[in-house]
């Protein structure tokens, strides 16, 4: 059943994915200050490739674009990372396997001259970043290779005052991410090429359009109420949109910003929006209900999670009722974490069969693996809220299923959030405040 609670959680393992530790390839200086501290370093590497006659002669005009662009991406991003206080480095590949191969994925900062980049940095005579080189745990547990900025890159950060706005995205980033189908609980469902259809394109064009209008909003955050520890960087704004198991209606949800791993407290407590405080708007019993939809029914009134006998336990009943969802057959035992949710006497077949006898218009779809479609149909509506909001001139950050506004347009946007339910599903929909 790991395969099932890997299902179930799907959405939380791509986000980690997505805002972890790994070298980011499309980092690049925003700022004047920034772009000069990291054209003294290309210059100085290039001293240091003449000086121990590294390289026998010069450069083409677009290998030196890539080695100017592979450098800026290195420097920019450990700079940063600096900044955010990581001090256990970032990872990153060496491997031919990755580096090199075209993908719509990856920029030409990230070719085969990498390594030999990463190792002339690491050079006592540079220092400019600190590398311990990875391997594959034949006889053990792997080992990624981790990189972080050495002495000489943080006297320039100091030295030429740099922030983390001094850092940015390239625009060129893909923002339209497909996953293949995981092959087993070890594979973590890598992304997968594929080519350009009118819909990946309006796709793309969606969420760009997104991207543009959060640039220009006032966001702020005040990380007294981040227990993480470290800095955040409020213009980390980009968002990208995922889809699951290798195709454009499956998945499909918005990762990224620097909102969405904040947790609910720290967001309500600690964001505002041009200069106002917030509010979170959360789409209530989301996904019975575009189930519902799906099958042309009418919801039933009250709590679609308060089922007879169980009525104590919703939370556990949610869980278990999103894992029916995303399965393709029956559970035999309760999903990682949701044990504690019920009584020791509870088995979560009884569980199952009371969740089938309260739903008797859906039951057809559990064990079908409609979760992913679910999810698709859920990505879709917040997509059409934000679009909507834009053209109302109220800015908006998402988070899955919700979305964080001024308190002042609360309850416009809430009339929004059920007019696109309505739209996108042909049920009406639930809005909460969260924490309310």
């Known amino acids: 059943m790991q395969e099932q609670h890997e299902n179930l959680t799907e959405a939380a393992d791509e986000s980690d994915q997505l805002r972890d530790r790994h070298f980011n390839p499309w980092r690049i200086p925003r ?20 000086l121990y006659k590294h390289r026998k002669r010069k450069r083409r005009a677009v290998d030196l674009e890539a080695f100017e662009a592979t450098v ?19 990872y990153i590949t060496r491997s031919n396997r990755y ?41 053990g547990p792997s080992k990624e290779t981790t990189i972080r900025a050495s002495k000489r890159l943080i006297t320039r950060v100091v030295e030429a005052r740099l922030e983390l706005g001094d850092f940015g995205i390239s625009k060129g980033q893909e923002v339209i991410l497909l996953k293949r189908v995981k092959k087993g ?8 090429e594929y080519e350009d259809t009118p819909e990946t394109i309006l796709f793309r ?42 195709r454009f209606d499956s998945g499909g949800r918005l990762f990224g910003g620097f909102w969405q791993p904040l947790g609910k407290e720290a967001r309500r407590k600690g964001l505002m929006i041009n200069g106002e405080d917030v509010v979170e708007l959360d789409y209530g019993q989301m996904n019975p209900r575009i189930l519902y939809g799906l099958c042309g029914a009418e919801p039933p009134a009250g709590d679609a999670y308060a089922i007879p006998d169980f009525q104590h336990h919703r ?24 044990r504690k949710a019920f009584e020791e006497r509870h088995r979560v077949e009884e569980v199952m069969v009371a969740i089938e006898a309260a739903h008797p218009a859906i039951t057809s779809c559990f064990f079908t693996g409609i979760g992913h479609e679910a ?18 001139g109220i800015h908006a950050l998402p988070v899955h299923d919700s979305v964080i506004v001024g308190k002042s347009n609360q309850d416009k946007v ?4 059920l007019s696109c339910f309505l739209k996108g599903t042909g049920v009406p929909g639930i809005v909460e405040v969260v924490g309310g």
Not at 111 to 124: N, Q, R, S, V, Y
């Open 205 to 246: 064009e969606q969420v760009m359009t997104i991207n543009g209008w959060l640039e220009s909003v006032e966001i702020d955050f005040d990380e007294y109420y981040w227990p993480g520890g470290r800095p955040v960087d409020s213009r980390d704004r980009r968002l990208r949109r995922v889809f699951t198991q290798g």
């Open 185 to 192: 609980g070890w594979d973590d469902g890598g992304l997968e």
């Open 31 to 50: 700022t004047e200050k920034a772009r000069a501290a990291i054209q003294d370093v290309v210059h100085q590497l290039q001293s240091f490739e003449r």
């Open 375 to 392: 999810q698709f149909t859920e990505s879709q509506v917040l997509v059409d809220v934000l679009l909507t909001l834009r053209d109302l």
């Open 99 to 139: 580096l090199g191969r075209k993908s719509r994925y990856r920029p030409a900062a990230y070719g085969k001259i990498l390594p030999t980049i990463l190792d002339h940095m690491a050079e006592p005579e540079m220092a400019y970043a600190e590398q311990s080189i990875g391997y594959k745990g034949y006889f």
């Open 72 to 90: 800026s991406a290195i420097a920019s991003d450990l700079m940063y990372h600096h900044l955010l206080g990581h001090g256990d480095g970032v």
């Open 414 to 417: 809430r009339e929004v959030m």
């Open 315 to 338: 939370s556990g009943v949610k869980k278990i009722m999103n894992a029916m969802l995303f399965a393709t057959k029956r559970l035999v035992r309760m999903p990682k974490g949701v």
